[in-house]
């Protein structure tokens, strides 16, 4: 099957967008552009073949063609030099001779979720087009007349009550798209080059068997100006979230086949000293025998390890990256990734980043941060706690094996549990919550309630209820961030080396109980009424503040250390304003100080 993509348009409505740049090169938040994102998804789809029309600015998209994780696919560029005056019908007659498979074809602004293309190439029926029933008719785009399932027509000046939102992404078998180009040959012969190709279509379509296929519960939608990119840049990311690779079991297996789906021969592993001690560690290096190992990082990392990762990974021309460890080893590889795509600079944080299309398959060796589901990376930069956020740092896979936690040292398991509950509590009560990231939560906190004495007992199928837990944990604070507890936390590590989950531990009933006492300063616009549900859901969950707190009691953690009036002056200047912002009720900072002093028992 080929794909065949039409990229010849113009742009206009796109405005400054498109006056430097092809408008199928607009970048969405993730930072890819429209066309990147198209090439990868349908090449890992497994189409090598590919047929696309240009006009202006062609040599944008020839370069996107030229990415490193597309050399094993063929372009065939068809240019189009009246591009200016011909509508597409001009484009498809261009490349009519090109065009002779079977065909997945579609228009180059079109923003798609990957299980819809996943859905459309696996249909079995041959001929399929993009229809919605649900949606409200657009005004100016196209919409198909339906007879019994089939499309009759496309047009973008048809309303009747048989008529529906389209979308131009079409499966034809060859002798439906051959009957097409019959047809547009015919029309652009008669020198009707301004009209749409569907025009052509239009005049066979009651003859042909093209199936309306329902993208209903997926996402597609083009982008014409600078409202739709902004609108629909945020409505994808929301499926890419959702839509993240998870894989429960073996880790050998799993990692010989994503490399091999992806074509990628020598991945950059990133690990620490724990590697070894894990069970795969000897089979490992049989499963994956080009690697390149980089361990060269601290617990809770420093920018200048990820530089030295990002050194080896240019150096060594690695095409894949695998993170095994916590979150440590997992923000780590998300930061090597992210900064390995730009250009050789002095800071890199400063950088507005590019998207990288190197897959990234994260596997948690600690239940707790989450991380191999969020788009966040801790590092620390000059002693200070850097978040690094980007769309694009979302590991393409997480592949989760509790048999993976048999090694943590007790100490670590029980702080890392304590990290995936307080991620589930505050991303229940944070300001960015919706039922999306409500549902994840309440599932991570119920699943830890229930299982959490028997997986720091070492019962491996409570191992495994943990291990999702914490990965649902992440996908929640994902969409909600964390809040007061989290922003608390940091410095409370970085001043005393206690580990992470564990001062997050010690600050959040200090923050439940400000929240819970202070309702009328509710900040979350959905009001106090909406925080009562929430600690209403809370008390079920886990049995309120005190419940959190019988369940810190029995894990037996250390006592907080002591705090001299230096160290406390420190923790209430670090906390991150911007943190603060997503917790319902904002800590001023004599309230910073008082729960400071109240974790420290300092009088
Ligand atoms: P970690 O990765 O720092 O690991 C803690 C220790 O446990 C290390 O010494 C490690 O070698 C060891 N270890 C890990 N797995 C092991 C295993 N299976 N067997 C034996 N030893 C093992 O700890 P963590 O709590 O997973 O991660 C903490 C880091 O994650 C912090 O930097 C924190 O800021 C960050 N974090 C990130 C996110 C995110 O969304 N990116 C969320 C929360 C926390």
Redesign the pocket.
């Known amino acids: 099957m080929k794909a065949v993509i039409f990229n010849s348009g113009l742009g206009k409505r796109m405005g400054e967008y498109t006056k430097c740049g092809h408008k199928s090169m607009v970048r969405l938040l993730s930072g890819e552009a429209i066309f990147e994102r198209q090439l990868r998804m349908l090449s890992e789809c497994g189409i090598t073949e590919f047929v696309i029309t240009v006009g202006p600015f062609k040599e944008q998209l020839i370069e996107a063609s030229r990415a490193p994780h597309l050399s094993h696919c063929n372009f065939t560029f068809v240019e189009n030099p009246v591009y200016d005056t011909t509508n597409y019908i001009y484009s498809m007659y261009l490349a009519r001779d090109y065009i002779d498979d079977d065909v997945i074809m579609l228009h180059g602004d079109l923003v798609f979720d990957r299980e819809l293309l996943k859905a459309v190439l696996s249909d079995p029926q041959p001929n399929i087009a993009t229809v919605n029933r649900k949606r409200a008719l657009p005004e100016k785009d196209f919409k198909a007349r339906v007879k019994d399932g089939r499309i009759q027509e496309v047009s973008i000046s048809i309303f009747d009550p048989d008529c529906f939102a389209f979308q131009p992404m079409y499966k034809l078998d060859k002798a439906t798209i051959s009957a097409w180009l019959a047809r547009v040959c015919d029309f652009v012969d008669a020198g009707n080059c301004g009209v749409y190709a569907e025009n052509a279509m239009n005049e066979i379509f009651p003859s042909l068997d093209v199936r309306e296929f329902s993208y209903e519960n997926y996402f597609i939608d083009e982008i014409d100006c600078p409202e739709d990119l902004a609108r629909v840049s945020s409505e994808i990311r929301r499926f890419d979230f959702r839509q993240q690779n998870i894989i429960c079991g073996d880790v050998c297996g799993n990692v010989k086949n994503i490399m091999e789906k992806h074509k990628a021969v020598r991945p950059l592993v990133v690990c620490?000293?724990?590697f070894d001690?894990?069970p795969i560690a000897k089979s490992f290096a049989d499963a994956v025998p080009n690697a390149v190992y980089f361990s060269d990082f601290s617990?809770?990392?420093l920018y200048d390890d990820a530089v030295k990762g990002v050194e080896l990974m240019r150096k060594e021309g690695c095409d894949f990256i695998i993170s095994v460890?916590?979150?440590?080893?997992?923000?780590t590889a998300?930061v090597i990734k992210l900064f390995s795509a730009d250009e050789v600079c002095e800071n890199y944080l400063e950088n507005a980043h590019k998207f990288n299309p190197t897959v990234h398959l994260a596997i948690?060796?600690?239940a707790?941060?989450?991380?191999e589901s969020?788009r966040?990376?801790?590092?620390y930069y000059k002693g200070e706690?850097q978040s690094v956020t980007s769309d694009s740092i979302l590991p393409e896979y997480a592949l989760l094996d509790p048999t993976?936690?048999?090694?943590?040292?007790l100490g670590?398991k029980k702080?890392?549990l304590l990290?995936a509950l307080c991620?589930a509590i505050e991303s229940m009560w944070s300001v960015n919550s919706d039922d999306e990231s409500a549902e994840y939560a309440a599932k991570a906190i119920e699943l830890i309630a229930d299982n959490y004495k028997a997986y720091i007992d070492g019962e491996e199928a409570a191992a495994q209820k943990i291990s999702r837990a914490a990965n649902i944990a992440?996908k929640a604070?994902?969409i909600t961030q964390?809040t007061a507890a989290?922003a608390m936390s940091?410095k409370i590590?970085s001043l005393f080396g206690i580990?992470?989950?564990a001062a997050v531990a010690l600050c959040l009933p200090h923050v439940w109980r400000l929240i819970t006492e202070n309702m009328d300063r509710c900040n979350d616009k959905r009001g106090a009424s909406h925080l009562e549900r929430v600690f209403k859901r809370l008390s079920e969950l886990v049995g309120g503040v005190e419940g959190f707190q019988k369940i810190y009691s029995s894990l037996d953690m250390p006592s907080a250390p002591d705090c001299t009036a230096d160290q406390l002056r420190v923790l209430v200047s670090s906390v991150n304003p911007t943190r603060l912002g997503n917790n319902p009720v904002t800590p001023t900072a004599e309230e910073l100080e008082k729960m400071y002093r109240q974790i420290f028992s300092i009088s």
């Open positions: 620490d000293a724990a001690k894990l617990p809770n990392p460890g916590g979150g440590s080893a997992i923000d998300k948690p060796t600690t707790g941060t989450g991380s969020t966040y990376a801790v590092i706690k993976l936690l048999k090694t943590l040292p670590q702080a890392t990290d991620q992440g604070i994902n964390t989290h940091y590590t580990p992470h989950g």
